[in-house]
């Protein structure tokens, strides 16, 4: 005589929720976990926007070591030098009209 099992195999059912979950849990964060895909796309605009700025900057600090050099005693720009006495003090020569 054979018995038949008319009750349902519960424990294959819970591995597979298991299984499920588990798979689930690690798809999530894949995607949008600290180490994500998501994550590593803003990462990758964060790095973007910092080499961006770093360029901007690199550029200004040329800039400024041009005119430092230009004023140094070694080179002196003659005309750098009237444009600082100008703007910074608020010099003028004897001969020049101020029309404010």
Do not use: C, K, W
Request: no cysteine; glycine share 4%.
């Amino acid at each position: 005589m054979s018995i038949l099992r008319n009750r349902p195999a519960f424990g294959v059912l819970i591995f597979f929720a298991v299984a499920f979950s588990l798979g689930i849990y690690f798809t999530f964060a894949a995607v949008q976990g600290d180490y994500g895909l998501f994550r590593r796309a803003e990462i990758n605009v964060e790095a973007q926007h910092l080499a961006e700025e770093l360029a901007e900057l690199e550029a200004e600090v040329a800039r400024m070591q041009n005119l430092t050099h230009r004023l140094s005693d070694d080179f002196l720009d003659l005309d750098l030098l009237d444009e600082q006495a100008r703007d910074v003090l608020g010099l003028i020569r004897a001969d020049e009209i101020v029309v404010r």
